[in-house]
Nanobody
């Protein structure tokens, strides 16, 4: 059974780059069955899908972050990597990675526990 674990810095200063890693075990990030998704939840707000990377490496991003976000994968480590440049305080959130199963109606069927990122000077 797949397990996802997010890691990265808990505190980032405004204008810096946020880098988070989602380490996947029990499954392959190159599998044709899944997209690997990043979702965030700002304090007191709902979940927000911010992007994903598909089996072919194709990425999709939320329009409001397109100029600042990048999702990639390191196949040697089976990791999914999120980078967000020029962060602002509004990027403060719990960041989750999740597996989207293309064979189950795009269900997000496996989640990491999430990691809190605070953007503050």
């Amino acid at each position: 059974q797949a397990q996802l674990q997010e890691s990265g810095p808990g505190l980032v200063k405004p204008s810096q780059t946020l880098s988070l890693t989602c380490t996947v075990s029990g499954d392959s990030t190159t599998s044709n069955s899944y997209c690997w998704t990043w979702i965030r939840q700002p304090p007191g707000k709902g979940l927000e899908w911010i992007g994903h990377i598909g089996p072919s490496g194709k990425t999709e991003y939320i329009p409001g972050l397109k100029s600042r976000i990048s999702i990639s994968r390191d196949t040697s480590k089976n990791d999914i990597i999120l980078q967000l440049i020029s962060v602002i305080p509004e990027d403060t959130a719990v960041y989750f990675c999740a597996r989207l199963d293309l064979s189950k109606g795009n269900a997000l069927d496996t989640w990491g526990q999430g990691t809190l990122v605070t953007v503050s000077s």
